[in-house]
């Protein structure tokens, strides 16, 4: 079975640039998750999808992020402008399940550096 | 913060002891997870252990809950050197929203 596909893996970019990451999730898990994480920190939460609805995204910087999925399949996570502090690494992560009940399965992040 | 918190933040052990791990957090569980994170790569699941349970055991994996302190222990025994990782817990709700602990970073030195 094939894991999360992200890409890049890395990307560096100047500070008031925009940037793109892609996830394909396991196929048939319907919910799907971006994390950030910062290094030396546990990955936080920035908007999680069930199909193609948003369920939460109550910690995505709506000012300068943005995430969709379409078909529910696919997603991708944008950012304009970046900031020196969206240095971090993008995760995403699908589950099988809708009710809390498994486990997350992780695709390999996408290092981002803001110069 | 919805994030649970690890500690130690670092532990650093011998090959063959036993490495315990804590997480607390704050609000009602669906289970709680704990994942393991080689340096650079992404986050791969060990154990769940549901909010009615206290006790869960997998291979050399023993993981505890206590709902009433809001805690939990992951313990790893008769370590080895590819055990070094980073380990976090993962709160889940019933709204399959999973919040993640600071992490431990263990060093196993061989």
């Known amino acids: 079975e094939a894991g999360v596909a992200q890409s890049p893996r890395y990307k560096i970019i100047e500070k008031r640039q925009s940037v793109a990451f892609w996830c394909n999730p396991i196929?048939?898990?319907?919910?799907l998750y971006w994390y950030q994480q910062i290094l030396g920190q546990g990955p936080k939460l920035l908007i999680q999808?069930?199909?193609?609805?948003?369920?939460?995204d109550s910690q995505l910087p709506k000012d300068r992020f943005s995430a969709e999925r379409l078909k529910g399949v696919d997603s991708t996570l944008k950012i304009q402008p970046a900031k020196l502090e969206d240095s971090a690494v993008y995760l995403c992560?699908?589950?099988?399940?809708?009710?809390?009940?498994?486990?997350?399965?992780f695709g390999e992040g996408s290092r981002l550096t803001v110069l | 913060s919805q994030q649970g918190e690890e500690d130690p933040q670092a532990l650093s052990i011998q090959e063959g002891e036993n490495a315990t791990m804590n997480c607390s957090y704050k609000?009602?569980?669906?289970?709680l997870q704990w994942y393991r994170q080689n340096s650079g790569r992404g986050l791969v699941h060990l154990i769940l252990i549901r909010s009615n349970e206290r006790e869960k055991h997998s291979g050399r994996l023993r993981v505890t809950l206590d709902t009433s302190k809001k805690s939990s222990s992951l313990l790893i025994t008769a370590s080895r050197a590819a055990d070094t990782a980073s380990y976090f817990c993962a709160t889940v709700n019933t709204g399959n929203q999973f919040y993640f602990g600071t992490g431990t970073s263990l060093t196993v030195i061989p």
């Open positions: 992560a699908s589950s099988l399940f809708s009710t809390g009940t498994g486990e997350l399965f």
């Open positions: 999808f069930q199909n193609n609805g948003v369920v939460d």
């Open positions: 609000t009602s569980i669906n289970n």
């Open positions: 196929s048939g898990h319907a919910t």
